[in-house]
């Protein structure tokens, strides 16, 4: 056991070279080359792990273009695995996760009235923390149009069309809780994003996130880079693969102090990843599948996913109006029991809860 516990987690090999674009977080110009990925047929690119912050990204980076284009691929493809029954699931997953930290918040005797979420996605998380703090005003921005009709229309927020890097001057100071889950670990830079939420947070203002750990997302491409000389597969757009330390400096030294920051899922680690060498664990040799010709064939297969609210949380436990039994069954479902330090870079996801302090005394 001992001699398995010194091996997490393990310490990436590759030689050092010249990186194309110097790292984002510390602009080193060098780094180790840990790894080679192939996002559909759109663009070949390293994996190089900074040796200064522990930052792994890809070099070159993808730009805007190249991102829209293998998103919209990747979500075809992801449309036609995943049922509507399945999906239906999935938003009343993320109403209960939403649930679950607005109750962590009141339990802290937080109560945010402006709310802005990064990316939403469905903004079924954002619904569950109104059903804590029903007063609470909710934005939401993103790149994508469509996502924006849909929670508009759905939930009746109001809504922000721009890229996530881009500055927004009219938000500056505006809102007293920001969220982006799964969001910084595909933003092109993410410094940017992180430093827009310290423009847009008011002063004590609250961030919420939770991302990949790196060490163990990126192990994948590792392995069959490696072991297989081979570049890999990058279907989704991971981009960015955190160090636990280096992303924690990051927040720092743009004046954020963590509230609560923790590692969970360590079942992943315990199957082997970010140590163990298997095939099993390996990511898939680079196939080049060809975005366009993949999106013109399959887009027709897609059919219109027409969810009812009402239907989707009709459940006896948010139907009674007793918030007891639904904070119960979303504790049961979805609390975190087991945390590590993200400094460990043990376990799948980074929590992240920052507070930012404008007041000059960091």
């Known amino acids: 056991m001992k001699n398995i516990l010194r091996k997490i987690p393990a310490v990436f090999k ?6 194309k674009e110097a790292c984002t977080s510390c602009k080193a110009t060098t780094g180790k080359l840990i790894g080679q990925v192939d996002y559909w047929d759109i663009k070949n690119s390293s994996i190089i792990k900074c040796q200064q912050c522990g930052l792994a990204q890809l070099d070159p980076m993808l730009t805007q273009e190249e991102t829209a284009k293998g998103c919209l691929a990747y979500y075809v493809e992801e449309s036609l695995r995943t049922s509507p029954r399945d999906d239906e699931r999935n938003l009343l ?7 679950l930290f607005g109750y962590s918040l009141k339990n802290k005797g937080i109560t945010p009235t402006s709310i802005l979420e990064l990316g939403p996605g469905s903004g079924y998380f954002a619904e569950g923390i109104k059903s804590v703090f029903p007063d609470a005003v ?12 849909f929670n508009h229309s759905h939930h009746q927020f109001q809504t922000i069309e721009s890229s996530l890097e881009e500055y927004k001057p009219e938000l500056e100071n505006k809102f007293d809780l920001i969220i982006a889950r799964d969001v910084l670990e595909h933003a092109i830079d993410f410094t940017k994003v992180i430093d827009n939420v310290g423009r847009y ?10 991302t990949p750990n790196g060490h163990e997302d990126v192990w994948k491409h590792y392995l069959t880079y490696t072991y297989q000389n081979s570049s890999s597969d990058l279907l989704i757009n991971h981009v960015n693969y955190f160090d636990g330390t280096g992303l924690l400096n990051d927040f720092k030294k743009r004046g954020f102090s963590p509230v609560e920051y923790y590692t969970y899922k360590l079942k992943t680690t315990r199957k082997g990843q970010g140590w163990k060498v298997s095939n099993k664990l390996m990511a898939r040799v680079a196939q080049k599948k060809n975005s366009d010709e993949y999106v013109k064939e399959k887009i027709k297969e897609l059919k219109d996913s027409n969810f009812i609210k009402k239907e989707v949380l009709n459940k006896w436990y948010i139907n009674t109006g007793m918030k007891f039994f639904t904070y119960l069954i979303a504790w049961y479902h979805h609390a975190n029991i087991i945390k590590v330090s993200p400094e460990l870079n043990v376990g799948h996801e980074i929590y992240g809860l920052f507070r930012m302090d404008k007041s000059g005394n960091k």
Do not use: Y
């Open 14 to 19: 590759g030689e050092t070279v010249e990186r």
């Open 93 to 99: 997953r993320n109403f209960r996760r939403g649930f």
């Open 138 to 149: 909710v934005t939401v921005m993103d790149v994508n149009n469509e996502i924006l009709k």
């Open 201 to 210: 947070a008011k002063n004590g203002g609250l961030f919420h996130f939770i």
